[in-house]
């Protein structure tokens, strides 16, 4: 049976024209979704301990022990940006629902404004708490809204998008982790195609779905049609902003503590659409 979805619609949404759009956590789930080999079709929330959250960030690249700091974005290290942390995809609360093609898990990181991690993670601790119940093993997958915005580079499927990134670092040794160029044919569906995607009929990915509510989702993994996508939103705009802003002037890059966007999911919902149809299709060239 395949996973019904809890969506980051509203993290990739945001990216054009927005002044908290999420530019750099975009670009690290787009190349650890389209640009490092893995089998994966979903993830898996899986209510990991602190020490496995850790476990899963040193993996990523994310926590080095080095000084200053024991994180590779931390303040202080050569290079480093003000205002910035360590994101890392797949998530350090969840696993992949299969292993990379390599027997190991693939996991990577960027570092990126805090204030874009804080909102990736409010909507991600929402999504657990509307879509999974806060209940685990719960499995789900990501899809990407607003798809082509300007600035999320590895997002764009096309010839070129996983060229090489010294901003992110993976599993194994930086940026040499076994992957391949990727080069990708796409075209709109006929009529006659689209006709074939009937309710219920999964998709394998990298596709785009459009939803009955006239969103366009980019989905690396598939998708099923008429399958419900989960989209975390603020009730109270500026109230959001303003806990966001607390909780990344904070900046802890190693507080794993399940509760910390309580205050900021309390003012959040989820709106559920539901995928409607294909838009087109992606295939890749060996």
Same mark, same amino acid.
């Given at each position: ?5 809890? +969506?980051l619609?509203?993290l990739?949404?945001a990216?054009? #024209? ?8 975009? &670009?690290?789930?787009?190349?650890g979704?389209?640009?490092?080999? &893995? &089998? ?5 929330y899986?209510?990991?301990s602190?020490?496995? /959250? ?13 000084k200053?700091? %024991?994180?590779?974005? +931390? =303040? ?15 998530f350090?609360s969840?696993?992949?629902n299969?292993?990379?093609?390599? #027997?190991?898990? %693939? ?19 929402? #999504?657990?708490r ?16 607003n798809p ?32 391949? =160029? ?22 394998? #990915?990298?596709? =785009?779905?459009?939803t ?23 009730? %109270? =705009? ?26 900021i ?9 539901y995928?409607q ?7 890749? /060239?060996?």
């Amino acid at each position: 049976m395949r996973a019904t979805t809890v +969506s980051l619609l509203s993290l990739a949404a945001a990216a054009a #024209g927005n002044p908290l759009g999420e530019l750099e956590v975009c &670009s690290n789930m787009c190349w650890g979704a389209y640009c490092v080999p &893995s &089998s994966t079709t979903s993830l898996v929330y899986d209510k990991a301990s602190k020490s496995k /959250k850790r476990e899963r960030r040193k993996a990523a690249g994310c926590i080095d022990n080095q000084k200053p700091g %024991n994180n590779r974005c +931390s =303040q202080g290290r050569p290079g480093a940006i003000k205002g910035y942390n360590c994101d890392e995809y797949p998530f350090a609360s969840s696993k992949a629902n299969t292993q990379s093609t390599n #027997g190991k898990e %693939n996991r990577c990181s960027r570092c990126v404004p805090s204030s874009q991690n804080s909102k990736q993670g409010a909507t991600l601790s929402q #999504g657990y708490r509307d879509f999974c119940k806060n209940n685990a093993p719960c499995t789900f997958q990501v899809f990407f809204g607003n798809p082509g915005a300007t600035g999320t580079d590895h997002c764009n499927v096309g010839p070129g998008q996983c060229n090489q990134d010294n901003a992110e670092q993976c599993t194994g040794s930086i940026n040499i982790i076994e992957r391949r =160029q990727r080069e990708w044919v796409t075209s709109p569906l006929s009529l006659e195609r689209r006709a074939l995607y009937t309710n219920g009929t999964y998709v394998p #990915g990298p596709v =785009q779905f459009r939803t009955v509510g006239g969103q366009l989702l980019d989905a690396p993994y598939g998708g099923t049609i008429g399958q419900p996508v989960h989209r975390p939103r603020a009730v %109270n =705009q500026t109230l959001h902003e303003e806990l966001l802003a607390r909780h990344a002037e904070a900046n802890n890059e190693d507080n794993d503590d399940d509760g910390q966007f309580d205050e900021i999911t309390a003012n959040m919902v989820s709106d559920v659409d539901y995928i409607q149809e294909v838009t087109w299709e992606a295939r890749l /060239k060996e």
